[in-house]
């Protein structure tokens, strides 16, 4: 079992940058794809980013256009998310997330494990 922990969230201006972190805790972090996801308010909670348990596949949202990368350390049990040319449609609490298998994936049911979440505010 996974326990995940967001940071990183806050205000930044459009044009800024953030760089999200998620902290697992519990064993197998490395046997697990992970990934982020995103609700903004009075939306659904849509798919991000998704990283496979090697780092070496990813897959992305459409409207991430090159802005957000996905990326993990195993050895510190972590996933990241680098976001840069924010705009203020990415205003929206991201999640992290841990899925069954080791293959990235977009479909939120094969997501077993799920962060609080960190609010992330971008300003026109």
């Known amino acids: 079992q996974l326990q995940l922990a967001e940071s990183g969230g806050g205000l930044v201006q459009a044009g800024g940058s953030l760089r999200l972190s998620c902290a697992a805790s519990g064993l197998g972090f490395g046997s697990y794809a992970m990934g982020w996801f995103r609700q903004a308010p009075g939306k659904g909670r849509e798919f991000v980013a998704s990283i496979s348990w090697s780092g070496f596949k990813t897959y992305y949202a459409d409207f991430r256009k090159g802005r957000f990368t996905i990326f993990r350390g195993n050895a510190k049990s972590t996933v990241y998310l680098q976001m840069f040319s924010l705009k203020p449609e990415d205003t929206a609490v991201y999640y992290c997330?841990?899925?069954?298998?080791?293959?990235?994936?977009?479909?939120?049911?094969?997501?077993?494990?799920w962060g609080q979440g960190t609010q992330v505010t971008v300003s026109s």
């Open positions: 997330a841990a899925a069954r298998g080791a293959e990235p994936t977009m479909q939120s049911s094969q997501y077993i494990y």
